[in-house]
């Protein structure tokens, strides 16, 4: 890298700009496909560059990280095996509590549980920063050690 005096360019997906604007993500996509939100695509997924996000709004955009520097995210899958429908909704009821009322609270964190009942088998999917996953997990974790 050389110092060359370029400034790193923060870009949001489309899930952060629809938080951030308290849209639908299919409404977000259908902006970027209309041209009305400038977009880049990287893959099969849309950035949005921070200057093209308060173009589009005509507000400066809100930093995705602490002090507006970079933001991490986990994407993680807790699978648990062997938990009956009772423990599951305790499990859910804490977790879904727990990320209302914690550090990422202001909906950054995203979380899914798809339970089989036939296998007993629950699986948890987990999107949100790094420290805030981590906790989360720990606390998974003990619910699981709580119900055996």
């Known amino acids: 890298m050389s110092g060359g005096g370029a400034v790193a360019r923060q870009y949001y997906s489309v ?12 409404t977000v996509r259908a902006y970027v496909r209309d041209g009305r939100l400038k977009a880049t695509r990287i893959g099969k997924q849309y950035r949005i560059a921070r200057e093209d996000l308060e173009a589009f709004t005509g507000n400066a955009a809100p ?6 520097g970079p933001y991490a995210e ?4 807790v699978r648990i095996d062997g938990i009956d429908r009772e423990a599951v909704t305790r499990l859910t009821t804490t977790v879904m509590a727990a990320i209302a009322h ?9 979380v899914e549980a798809v339970y ?13 920063g790094l420290d805030s996953t981590a906790e989360l997990i720990k606390i998974i974790d003990v619910l699981v050690g709580e119900a055996e």
């Open 63 to 68: 930093s995705t990280g602490r002090g507006g």
């Open 102 to 110: 914690g550090p990422d609270g202001d909906g950054r964190m995203r």
């Open 116 to 128: 089989d009942e036939e296998r007993a088998n629950l699986k948890v999917v987990i999107l949100g």
């Open 74 to 77: 986990a994407s993680t899958i």
């Open 15 to 26: 899930d952060q700009v629809a938080a951030l604007l308290g849209l639908h993500v299919k």
